[in-house]
């Protein structure tokens, strides 16, 4: 019987420990990346991880790393060495001579999920740009393995045909690319102006934080919704009505540390939702253990999109996962954040932002999504009747409706 099913190549991931980083930091972000492969549909076998100030020119970690990494790459079957961090074309391959298996840095492998998950042409035009965009300046790098035409994580997409190795045919293609997004940039900002002057909300939040489930909740439509990085990229629009008020509520893409630039440019027109939007509800998925730094690179990303000083409600999700470790009486050792409760948390700084609302919430087992609906629902009052002074009224006194 023939086997049809391709069976999943194994990878192991790479990374440096860079001065200012404690072993657990480091940790977590391998945890991210092997998360990305496992997304990309590879499967994580042995982490490496290095102490170093900077990058290796040639080999990215040092020559007794990449040493140890070749020996365990040859006994072991290897199909993909991941690195964390960008790589350029010439360490790509001398990486590629050492360890005699396919090479992907983070950037390329967040563009083959992504080149996986566009489900529109709309998506897949960005997606299609970025890739391009990071293929032009390591083609001399990478030409050696983009020439096997096959198929496999990091190889989907634009390189894969003779012909589109040649500069000038890829920066033509970028040219014809850029064109067509700029065609949709108006479309959509036609679409944007359509929607007249509703009160628009965005979701925005690290990726995988459960933007889309609660979109689902509040908007009551089934938006696609998966327990993986970037189950979102196309920008979905719906309307909700909470009591006697409608406003118009987006699911963006997820951000992530070390997003690539490329891809923030390709999905301009994506991002363009945050920018215009009136009030951005930031998902932070409180159970991550580094849900403070995710916290920290959204607003970064945010202050980058020109987004930040936006009104914002802050939404704790995943109140129904996060767990935390009493310590013992006779334990001396300073408090750590794995050591507070939850309520504890709720009495920090949280739960008492004077410049944002902020609500604690399950989507999953829905407690306290009332009272999301509550402060979403006064918010996006005090807006709407500044553009709606007319209907001011309406929000008053319920006897007014019983003289109507």
Not at 175 to 187: A, F, M, P, Y
Request: proline share 3%; net charge neutral; charged share 30%.
């Amino acid at each position: 019987m023939i086997e049809t099913e391709q069976q999943a190549e194994r990878a192991i991931l790479i990374g440096i420990c860079y001065p200012g980083q404690d072993e657990r930091e480091t940790q977590d972000y391998i945890d991210e990346l092997s998360f990305l492969a496992e997304t990309a549909g590879a499967v994580p076998v042995k982490r490496f991880i290095q102490k170093a100030d900077l990058q290796n020119p040639r080999t990215f970690v040092g020559s007794g790393k990449i040493s140890e990494i070749a020996t365990y790459v040859s006994d072991n079957r290897i199909d993909i060495a991941v690195f964390d961090d960008e790589l350029s074309g010439s360490q790509i391959r001398n990486i590629e001579k050492i360890l005699n298996c396919r090479i992907l840095d983070r950037t390329n492998l967040i563009l083959d999920i992504f080149a996986k998950r566009a489900r529109t042409s709309y998506a897949r035009t960005q997606v299609e740009l970025a890739q391009y965009q990071y293929l032009l300046p390591r083609l001399a790098g990478m030409w050696t393995h983009l020439e096997r035409q096959r198929g496999g994580i990091g190889l989907r997409g634009p390189g894969e045909k003779e012909i589109e190795t040649d500069r000038r045919i890829i920066r033509d293609r970028i040219s014809l690319l850029k064109e067509q997004l700029k065609k949709i940039d108006i479309q959509m900002s036609v679409q944007r102006k359509n929607r007249g002057k509703m009160v628009r909300v965005s979701l925005v939040g690290y990726t995988n934080v459960g933007k889309s489930t609660i979109m689902n909740l509040l908007s009551k439509s089934d938006v696609f919704a998966e327990d993986k990085l970037f189950a979102t990229l196309d920008t979905t629009v719906r309307k909700v009505v909470i009591e006697n008020l409608p406003f118009l509520l987006s699911d963006t893409v997820g951000f992530i540390r070390k997003l690539p630039h490329h891809l923030v440019e390709s999905f301009k027109s994506t991002l363009d939702e945050v920018r215009e939007a009136d009030i951005l509800m930031h998902i932070v998925d409180i159970s991550h253990p580094g849900f403070e730094d995710q916290i920290r690179i959204v607003n970064e990303t945010l202050c980058d999109l020109k987004a930040s000083e936006k009104q914002q409600i802050i939404v704790f999700n995943k109140i129904d996962a996060f767990s935390f470790k009493a310590k013992a009486e006779d334990d001396l050792t300073p408090f750590k954040k794995e050591n507070y409760s939850l309520d504890d948390l709720k009495k920090t700084w949280m739960a008492n932002d004077k410049n944002h609302p902020v609500v604690f919430i399950s989507a999953l087992t829905m407690e306290n999504i009332e009272e999301l609906r509550e402060i979403l629902y006064q918010n996006v009052k005090k807006i709407h009747v500044t553009r709606y002074p007319y209907n001011d009224f309406l929000f008053g006194d319920p006897a007014i409706y019983e003289s109507l």
